[in-house]
């Protein structure tokens, strides 16, 4: 089975400050990673996938296959990353289209 | 593209009607996705198509719901008849085949209350 925890229902940091939203996974097989967002008022996106190896918006996120986590990162947050994150996994390969969510973490930026 | 076109938008209704829920997948995308959200369960996929094919439905609640996708640019959600427990966020989303690469891309949701 396939489970996604993402243990913070809030974080709230300074313009500014390095944040980091917390992932962990259950599954068995290899699975692919991603990073939804959810800005105010605007549709659930993608930001990032970890095959992709890239920086979306200063965000990175390292699969670590160790710790069961994919942990999304930024070293200076903006007021504008204010939005609600979700964490998602899929079977790898590309022939699991099934993406199992994170209950979401909603980030706050203060100025 | 407009993406994923989702109606009604909201949606008010007593318990033990029907609801219908409709979605225009992006066109030329393969795969079309129903979700729903709530705060206590997060987003959680109901039911996904291949080709208009249902893939897997095992998300589904209870027979009180159904899917359909009678054509590539089409699919319904219905919940017949609908309980106050059904009130949520429905989303839509549909993606394009590619192997090794999912983007789901999501419509902007249906706020369905069930009074």
């Known amino acids: 089975a396939q489970r996604v925890t993402q243990p913070e229902k809030l974080l709230s940091v300074f313009k500014g400050a390095p944040v980091e939203l917390k992932c962990n996974y259950s599954y068995s097989g290899s699975p692919e990673l991603f990073w939804y967002v959810q800005y105010s008022r605007q549709r659930l996106q993608l930001l990032l996938r970890h095959i992709s190896r890239e920086s979306i918006k200063g965000f990175t996120a390292d699969l670590n296959k160790g710790e069961t986590s994919f942990h999304l990162k930024k070293p200076f947050a903006q007021e504008e990353d204010s939005a609600m994150y979700y964490c998602a996994l899929s079977g790898g390969g590309g022939s699991n289209y099934k993406l199992t969510f994170g209950k979401g973490t909603l980030l706050t930026v203060n100025p | 593209d407009a993406g994923v076109i989702q109606s009604p938008r909201h949606e008010v209704t007593e318990m033990g009607q029907e609801v219908t829920l409709r979605c225009k997948p992006i066109s030329g995308h393969d795969y079309l996705f129903w979700y729903r959200q709530t705060m206590m369960r997060g987003l959680e996929l109901l039911i996904y198509?291949?080709?208009?094919?249902?893939?897997?439905d095992s998300g589904m609640p209870e027979d009180r719901f159904s899917a359909k996708m009678p054509n590539a640019s089409f699919s319904t959600l219905k919940i017949q008849p609908s309980e106050p427990r059904d009130s949520a966020v429905y989303f839509c989303a549909s993606s394009k085949d590619r192997a090794g690469y999912n983007e789901q891309f999501f419509g902007p949701g249906t706020r369905l209350t069930v009074l």
């Open positions: 198509f291949n080709n208009n094919v249902p893939i897997d």
